[in-house]
């Protein structure tokens, strides 16, 4: 039995029994079964069915809202924002869908001395969409949106930490059109996770932490097929000496700390010009002290609980270990005095790279400021980690910026913002935060198999 505990007060909301792994095996093979016809369905059909989905999500986006917020802390008026912009993805891809999907003829016969040479998108077939809780409605239409789209068949395991949601997710696609065998919700943990991976796929697309993302990157080469991972990060930015201090504080407090510090993308480390360094560091924690802290359903709140209780004890160690090694705390640093697993808003100054709050992922509200006194070692420092998620640099100037940025080894670069993803744009990782991308164009071909056609008239 799966245990869903809402982590504003501890209590259980709800007990879900879990897939078996002969259940398991059931669903994909009825998934092996399905793909081929849903596939041979026109694009315009499945489309239809995308678009009845995402109206019926627009519809229900307060009552979904609620459900998110209540199984994994999320501030409501946060989570009610996640839904908004999971439509917003669902039009770009309903909207560039056809193009992407379309026929490549690049050579014709007349051209190709009588040899035509084509390119066409083919569904993969049965993929497993794995799926995090901080952002479940975005990392898992990223993948099974236009996967579907593409006529695949998915597997769609959601956190256990966000199982609710998952399964609002399924009922809403099964509601639109989509068979129940074609979309199949698995409900449980890394065990039902990794049952799925020991069946035969023709793709794995999985979004959590390194850890668990080498796990996956084993099973997958164990059945040698297409795998992506989207993990975790340290994220930098660096503010320069001559920019809006105040905007740049605001900016990157609410990059720092929205959903709680836990987004993949949110600013982790911040590396500030000795120039403008104590001005930022009064404007930053003034921002942060004007946050409002408390119970996520309240429609007022910025800062909820962590979504899972283990992760206070690692924020603790992260300050007592700063704090042993001569950092200063100017907010926050402990777990808070009440129901919940609620930890302050901190940051910590005087921090320096052998501290663990500036090398190891916190995902939570936390944060470590530090000093530098030119470009040069505020790119050294950015590029001290071994994630390569995303970074940021504030500064008048977009050359300065970029020239810094362009050092990085991530996939995205940021100028005067931060935490910042667009469905236009393709979203990856490199080094511990990933292989491969979802959104944008190639976010909906990765779906596909490239087939090339070599087609030569008759002699
Ligand atoms: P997690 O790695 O603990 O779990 C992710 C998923 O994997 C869950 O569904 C879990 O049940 C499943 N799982 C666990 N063990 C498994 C196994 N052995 N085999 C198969 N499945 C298994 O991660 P999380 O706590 O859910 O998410 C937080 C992490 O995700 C953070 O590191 C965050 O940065 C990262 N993240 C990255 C992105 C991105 O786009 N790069 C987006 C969101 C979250």
């Known amino acids: 039995m799966l245990h869903i505990i809402n982590p504003a007060n501890g209590q259980l909301i709800e007990g879900l029994p879990e897939d078996t792994p002969e259940g398991i095996r059931e669903k994909h093979a009825a998934a092996r079964t399905a793909q081929p016809a849903w596939a ?51 039009d770009f891809f309903l909207e560039n869908a056809a193009r992407s999907l379309a026929p490549e003829p690049l050579l014709d016969t007349e051209a190709g001395g009588g040899t035509a040479e084509e390119i066409t998108h083919e569904p ?24 579907l789209l593409a006529g695949n068949a ?21 509601a639109a059109g989509v068979p129940r065998e074609v979309f199949a919700l698995i409900v449980g ?30 099973a997958a080469a164990r059945q040698l097929t297409k795998v992506q991972l989207e993990l975790g990060g340290k994220d930098p930015a660096y503010v320069t000496d001559d920019v809006n ?34 001005t930022f560091v009064d404007a930053f924690v003034e921002t942060v002290r004007g946050f409002s802290i408390g119970d996520p359903d309240v429609e007022g709140t910025y800062i909820g609980p962590l979504a899972r209780e283990p992760q206070l004890a690692v924020l603790e160690a992260q300050v007592k270990d700063a704090l042993d090694k001569g950092a200063t705390l100017k907010l926050g640093g402990k777990r808070m005095e009440r129901a919940g697993y609620y930890f302050e808003p901190t940051v910590l100054v005087d921090v320096d790279h052998s501290m663990r709050v500036m090398s190891e992922e916190s995902f939570g509200p936390i944060i470590g400021i530090q000093k530098v006194s030119s470009d040069e070692e505020a790119a050294q420092l950015m590029a001290d980690t071994p994630y390569g998620l995303t970074a940021g640099v504030y500064a008048r100037g977009s050359e300065r910026a970029r020239s810094i940025l362009a050092q990085l080894r991530t996939g995205s670069s940021y100028w005067n913002c931060c ?26 071909q990765t779906f596909t198999h490239p087939r090339a056609w070599h087609l030569r008239q008759p002699a």
């Open 124 to 147: 993969l077939g049965v993929i497993a969409n794995i799926s995090a809780w901080n952002y479940p409605y975005f990392v898992g239409s990223n993948v099974f949106v236009p996967a």
């Open 419 to 444: 935490d910042r993803v667009s469905p236009r744009l393709p979203w990856s990782g490199r080094g511990h935060s990933g292989l491969g991308l979802t959104l944008s164009t190639y976010g909906i």
């Open 189 to 218: 943990g890394g065990a039902a996770g990794a049952a799925l991976l020991e069946l035969p796929l023709d793709g794995i697309f999985f979004t959590g932490s390194y850890a668990t993302g080498r796990k996956i990157a084993e």
């Open 40 to 90: 041979a369905r026109p694009l315009e059909e499945r489309a239809q069915i995308i678009r009845a989905f995402r109206a019926s999500l627009e519809a229900q986006q307060d009552t979904l809202a609620r459900t998110l917020s209540s199984e994994m802390g999320k501030p409501v008026s946060q989570a009610a924002g996640e839904v908004k912009g999971t439509l917003g993805r669902i």
């Open 245 to 278: 201090v105040q905007a740049a504080a605001e900016g990157l407090a609410d990059g720092a700390f929205y959903n709680t510090g836990q987004s993949c993308c949110a600013v982790e480390r911040i590396y500030v010009h000795e120039a403008v360094y104590d």
């Open 154 to 174: 998915v597997l769609y395991k959601p956190s256990e930490h966000s199982t609710l949601t998952g399964r609002a997710i399924a009922r809403l696609l099964h």
